[in-house]
C-alpha cells in the first residue's frame, strides 16, 4: 500500500513536554497539509508546503507548533510544551498541486496531553 | 467569512434505503470546488465525491450522487441502496479557486446504516 502513512497512532504524553509527528506522503504528490481534529468537529487546516516550501500557516498555528518537509518528502510536525488543549487527532494529507485535487488522508496520530 | 454547515449531527437509516446528507456552504465567490468526505470509525478519510461549481450537472458516482443548488448554495449528498460500510461520518468542503489550499470544512454528520 503506497497511502499516506503517519506515526505514531496514538502519543500519550504529559504537559510541557515535546512531541513530533511524522508523516509520509504518496511519493508522487507535491502538497502536504497537516490538520487538526477535535471529536465532532471538522478538520481544522494548520499548514501546508509545496516540495519543500512551507506556503501558509493557519493562525491556529502558534508558536509552539513547527512544520518541516527539508527534502520535499516526508514531513514532521513538532509541539513544544504541549498543552492539554493540544489534545486532538493530527491528520496530515497529500495532493498533486492544482485546486481541484482531492486530498488523500493518512490514518492520523492521537494525541493526548494528560 | 466562508462557512460551511451541516444541519444534521447524526442520522440513521435502515440497510438499502436512500438517505441524503444536506450541506449549505456561504461564499461570496463564484469559482469553487465542493466535496463529500467519508471518514469511516478508525479509519482515514477518503473522498467520495467531488463537483465543480461551473458545471451545472451534478456529479455522480456509483450510488453516490449530489443536488448542487448554486444559487441556494447547497450541496446535499444522496445515498442510494445505503450499505453498512456506508456508516462513516460525512463531512462537506469546499474550496476557491483563487485559494488552492484550504479547504472550508463542515462539522459533519454521523450516517450510521442498520442492518
Known amino acids: 500500500d503506497t497511502g499516506v502513512s503517519q506515526d505514531p497512532r496514538h502519543k500519550i504524553t504529559k504537559r510541557g513536554q515535546n512531541v513530533t509527528f511524522r508523516c509520509d506522503p504518496i511519493?508522487?504528490?507535491?502538497?502536504l497539509y497537516w490538520y487538526r481534529q477535535t471529536l465532532g468537529q471538522g478538520p481544522e487546516f494548520l499548514t501546508y508546503?509545496?516540495?519543500?516550501?512551507?506556503?501558509?500557516k493557519s493562525r491556529l498555528l502558534s508558536d509552539r507548533f513547527s512544520a518541516e518537509r527539508p527534502k520535499g518528502s516526508f514531513s514532521t510536525l513538532e509541539i513544544q510544551r504541549t498543552e492539554q488543549g493540544d489534545s486532538a487527532m493530527y491528520l496530515c494529507?497529500?495532493?498533486?498541486?492544482?485546486?481541484?485535487?482531492?486530498?488523500?488522508f493518512g490514518n492520523g496520530t492521537r494525541l493526548t496531553v494528560t | 467569512a466562508q462557512t460551511v454547515t451541516q444541519s444534521q449531527p447524526e442520522m440513521s437509516v435502515q440497510e438499502a434505503e436512500t438517505v441524503t446528507l444536506s450541506c449549505t456552504y456561504d461564499?461570496?465567490?463564484?469559482?469553487?470546488?465542493l466535496f463529500w468526505y467519508k471518514q469511516p470509525p478508525s479509519r482515514q478519510m477518503i473522498l467520495v465525491i467531488r463537483?465543480?461549481?461551473?458545471k451545472q450537472q451534478n456529479a455522480t458516482e456509483n450510488r453516490f450522487s449530489v443536488n448542487f443548488q448554486k444559487a441556494a448554495k447547497s450541496f446535499s449528498l444522496k445515498i442510494s441502496d445505503s450499505q453498512l460500510g456506508d456508516t462513516a461520518m460525512y463531512f462537506c468542503?469546499?474550496?476557491?479557486?483563487?485559494?488552492?489550499?484550504?479547504?472550508?470544512w463542515g462539522a459533519g454528520t454521523k450516517l450510521i446504516i442498520k442492518p
Open positions: 511519493s508522487e504528490h507535491n502538497r
Open positions: 508546503f509545496q516540495n519543500e516550501a512551507q506556503l501558509e
Open positions: 461564499t461570496s465567490e463564484n469559482n469553487y470546488y
Open positions: 463537483q465543480e461549481a461551473y
Open positions: 494529507a497529500s495532493s498533486f498541486e492544482g485546486f481541484s485535487s482531492p486530498l488523500h
Open positions: 468542503a469546499f474550496i476557491l479557486v483563487r485559494s488552492n489550499y484550504q479547504l472550508i
